[in-house]
T-cell receptor
């Protein structure tokens, strides 16, 4: 079985401050890890993924995430948040051989001006 | 990036009727398509995995006779909600995936909001 935990339902930051959204995972074998963002009544937009290689992954819109195998974490970060980053963020994991995604519960990010 | 479309984007139907939702990969051939449902303020739950030309694989607890999935071509998968009931009201999202050169890509559609009255 595979699972993802996003321990924070909500994250509130001021514009210009660093943003971190936490994610830990559980999966047998090598994980494929993903971050997606969802705006109201919209589908998912891909931000970044970790498959293999460098533990620090850079993605869209200035986001990055660090894969930490020992802590089984894949936290999403952005050095300077924008009001437009306010949205629902999902972390997801799949096993390397079947690509079926298991999603975390989601974290609502609110960036105040 | 690659584009996945869904049609309709929203639909309202009466209880007992059937509704078909289409998922299309517009600029690539999808070896596998996935169907998810999302309840308000909740996460996405995988319903089924669909490969072109073969029967869909349903996740535990998903009624295959209620949620009929057809993957007729490498660019089209359909989800039919049969004899819909108000509890089937949800946001349905598909994704389409392909592999190339050992890399894997999966792209999501914009979702379909189903309301059953």
């Amino acid at each position: 079985a595979q699972s993802v935990a996003q321990p924070e339902d909500q994250v509130n930051v001021a514009e210009g401050n660093p943003l971190t959204v936490k994610c830990t995972y559980s999966v047998s074998g090598n994980p494929y890890l993903f971050w997606y963002v969802q705006y109201p009544n919209r589908g998912l937009q891909f931000l970044l993924k970790y498959i293999t290689g460098d533990n620090l992954v850079k993605g869209s819109y200035g986001f990055e995430a660090e894969f930490n195998k020992s802590q089984t974490s894949f936290h999403l970060k952005k050095p300077s948040a924008l009001v437009s980053d306010s949205a629902l963020y999902f972390c997801a994991v799949s096993r390397s051989n079947d690509y079926k995604l298991s999603f975390g519960a989601g974290t609502t990010v609110t960036v105040r001006a | 990036g690659a584009v996945v479309s869904q049609h309709p984007s929203w639909v309202i139907c009466k209880s007992g009727t059937s509704v078909k939702i289409e998922c299309r990969s517009l600029d690539f051939q999808a070896t596998t398509m996935f169907w998810y449902r999302q309840f308000p303020k909740q996460s996405l739950m995988l319903m089924a995995t669909s490969n072109e030309g073969s029967k869909a694989t349903y996740e535990q607890g998903v009624e295959k006779d209620k949620f009929l999935i057809n993957h007729a071509s490498l660019t089209l998968s359909t989800l039919t909600v049969t004899s819909a009931h108000p509890e089937d009201s949800s946001f349905y999202i598909c994704s389409a995936s392909f592999t190339y050169g050992g890399m894997y890509e999966q792209y999501f559609g914009p979702g379909t909001r189903l309301t059953v009255t």
